[in-house]
């Protein structure tokens, strides 16, 4: 196991040797790390998403696929603590993936509050709603 890697929900020292390594270093790693986002409230949330929250448009690719999954609790943890709180804003793929969920979301998505979320990552980077 990679130590930049959490061992389990409640690892708390992982971050120290992610923090240390730039994006191209663990590049092939960032679809495992977008998976402890799978439930917001896990405690490695803070740290993988204080790392990844730089680098969004780095990994879209990565996000569009959590985005175009059926997991609508990871696809909200991905929406709130990625997109909507990164410092950059999202690049237009990205954006255009958040338009659809606003503008034709399923069920699914529309029970999961994500056109809520998708709203505000809206109106923050686009202005379009």
């Known amino acids: ?4 890697i959490p061992k389990n929900k409640s690892d ?4 120290l040797f992610l923090n ?3 994006i191209n270093e663990i590049r092939e790693d960032v679809y495992l ?8 409230n ?11 929250n730089e680098y969004t448009n780095e990994i879209a690719d990565d996000i569009i696929k959590v985005l175009n999954g059926t997991d609508e609790e990871w696809k909200y943890s991905i929406m709130h ?20 969920i606003y503008y034709s979301p399923t069920e699914e998505e529309k029970y ?16 379009s709603c």
């Open 42 to 52: 896990w405690p490695v949330v803070k740290y993988v998403s204080a790392y990844l």
């Open 81 to 100: 603590t990625l997109i909507l709180n990164s410092n950059k804003k999202p690049n237009e793929f990205i954006l255009n993936r958040i338009k659809k």
């Open 33 to 40: 790390l977008l998976e402890w986002l799978q439930d917001i």
């Open 20 to 22: 240390k390594k730039k």
């Open 1 to 4: 196991m990679k130590p930049y």
């Open 112 to 127: 999961a509050e994500l056109v809520e979320i998708a709203e505000d990552i809206l109106n923050k980077y686009d202005g």
């Open 12 to 15: 708390e020292e992982f971050h």
